[in-house]
């Protein structure tokens, strides 16, 4: 499993995992993959890469499997995606018949 990956709050709106924060290595662009947030040079979505941690991929598997990916990327997209998902809130809509 993922178990590679640790999440800590640093403070602030500083989100770290297991040491890396995220720089330049998550972008978008509308002309890439419809404007996902994708890793910089590699057409990668952050959701693929978590989709692939959520099916059991740790992020040593990732890196092996795509090259072009470093092991810092993939831990950049996954700290990418705690930080929009942080502070968010769902709710439940049941729809009636």
């Keep these: ?16 995992i297991g040491g890396h924060t995220v720089g330049t290595r998550i972008v978008t662009d509308p ?7 994708v890793v910089r ?3 990668i979505s952050v959701e693929h890469i978590l989709e692939l941690i959520a099916s059991g991929a740790s992020v040593d598997d990732i890196a092996r499997t795509y090259p ?13 995606a705690a930080r929009h ?3 968010s809130s769902w709710t439940e809509l049941e729809i009636a018949s």
């Design 1 to 16: 499993m993922a178990a590679d990956l640790k999440l800590t709050n640093e403070g602030h709106d500083s989100l770290n």
């Design 31 to 37: 002309a890439i993959l419809g404007g996902k947030p």
């Design 41 to 43: 040079g590699a057409r």
């Design 68 to 80: 072009v990916l470093a092991r810092e990327d993939v831990i950049a997209a996954v700290q990418f």
């Design 85 to 87: 998902l942080h502070g």
